[in-house]
């Protein structure tokens, strides 16, 4: 079955800079990259997603990219802000999702 | 995107007992999933709950322990049977929007601690 793997476990920034997430998958097949954001006690929450057939996707200060050659896609989020802190997972589907193990981001003033 | 109610939010419930955890979509939705994420862990894949057969699992879960119903498009049941503390989790539905759109969305879950 697939296999996501995801880097770093824990990252910390200053507010303002940038942060990126990176994840490889394992199944040439997987055709669907969503992100997610977990805040403490909460359920995920889809904040980006990029479908097998289109390289680079961007929302506003958030944007992921697919290598699918490499087989291998990334979250950027850019002018990060406090409330960015969270955990994010990154997965990948053949119809039914993998999650890496997720990245802990904290925001630092 | 689909509306998902799950209930219940959280339970603390003797080891040996059983407690089943209710999904509830306000739309048909082809494929429902169910997970469990374990204290500061990753989200992993219990089974998808099919419409009118049983459901598939995934490797290290099995029905005796993980029964699941699906009685129609827009309801699920998960049974947590035979707890453990190591059962202690969080169970959480998700749904596939489906038509052709991925959309996957995830319950406010169920918090369970076995004592």
């Known amino acids: 079955g697939e296999n996501v793997e995801q880097h770093p476990s824990t990252l910390s920034v200053q507010e303002g800079d940038s942060a990126v997430i990176k994840c490889t998958y394992s199944?040439?097949?997987?055709?669907?990259f969503p992100w997610y954001k977990q805040e403490l006690g909460k359920r995920p929450q889809l904040i980006i997603d990029i479908r097998s057939n289109v390289g680079e996707k961007k929302d506003q200060r958030i944007a992921v990219t697919l290598n699918k050659t490499a087989k291998h896609f990334s979250l950027h989020i850019t002018e990060t802000q406090p409330e960015d802190s969270a955990v994010y997972f990154c997965?990948?589907?053949?119809?039914?999702?993998?999650f890496g193990t997720g990245t802990r981001l904290q925001v630092t003033l | 995107s689909a509306v998902i109610s799950q209930k219940p939010s959280r339970d603390i419930c003797q080891r040996g007992t059983s407690l089943t955890i209710q999904c509830q979509v306000d739309s048909q939705v082809t494929m429902m999933f169910w997970y469990r994420q374990q204290p500061g862990q990753s989200l992993t894949l219990i089974a998808t709950a099919n419409q009118g057969s049983e459901a598939t699992y995934e490797s290290g879960f099995v029905i005796d322990k993980f029964p699941i119903s699906r009685p129609n498009l827009t309801f699920s049941t998960l049974t947590v049977s035979n707890m453990s503390p190591e059962d202690s989790s969080i169970y959480l539905c998700?749904?596939?929007?489906?038509?052709?759109?991925?959309?996957?969305?995830f319950g406010s879950g169920t918090r369970l601690t076995v004592v």
């Open positions: 199944d040439s097949a997987s055709n669907y």
């Open positions: 998700s749904v596939d929007t489906g038509l052709g759109l991925y959309g996957y969305t």
């Open positions: 997965a990948a589907s053949i119809r039914k999702l993998t």
